[in-house]
């Protein structure tokens, strides 16, 4: 079975986070596509979150997973996308339901709110839940794109 493909993308809040959580990805057997950025040195949170949009528009990657300071500007500027449905969690329980609930494709997370553990609690209730489906949820997420 191939390796699924996550797209992965900070600014320099969350650079640190997202090299852990890259690992994360790969100890997991995912294959992470790192959109950047490369270093901790200050970049603008949109132009990352514009980048994983067109990954997972062009197919390069069907999920993502975004860091900034609080994980809000980041998803914001996803969320300008009609495709992306970006949810900062929180925790595990806000990971689950954001995939369940509301077939989030993109998991947001804050790096100077969450710790690591936390964080890798995230990545895992994300990719191992699956969307609930049904009518009400699928009614409700298609108002949405």
Same mark, same amino acid.
């Given at each position: ?21 890259k690992?994360? &990805? ?5 294959k992470? &596509? ?6 901790p ?22 999920? $993502?997973?975004?860091v900034?300071g ?8 996803a969320? /300008?996308? /009609? ?8 925790d ?8 369940l ?10 790096? /100077?709110? &969450? $710790? ?5 609690d995230?990545?895992?209730a ?14 409700r997420?298609?108002k949405?794109?």
């Open positions: 079975m191939p390796q699924e493909t996550i797209a992965i993308a900070a600014d320099h809040a969350g650079f640190e986070l997202k090299e852990l959580l690992a994360e &990805l790969a100890a997991g057997g995912y992470p &596509l790192d959109l950047g950025t490369a270093g040195e200050s970049v603008d949170y949109p132009d990352f979150a514009d980048k994983l949009a067109v990954a997972l528009k062009d197919g390069r990657a069907l999920r $993502g997973v975004l900034c609080t994980g809000i500007g980041i998803s914001i500027a969320n /300008r996308h /009609r495709h992306i449905r970006a949810a900062v969690c929180h595990g329980t806000s990971a689950k339901l954001a995939r609930h509301n077939n989030a494709n993109v998991l947001a997370l804050g790096a /100077r709110l &969450l $710790g690591p553990e936390v964080a890798k995230c990545l895992a994300f990719l191992a839940t699956a969307f609930e489906g049904g009518e009400r949820h699928s009614r997420i298609g949405l794109s």
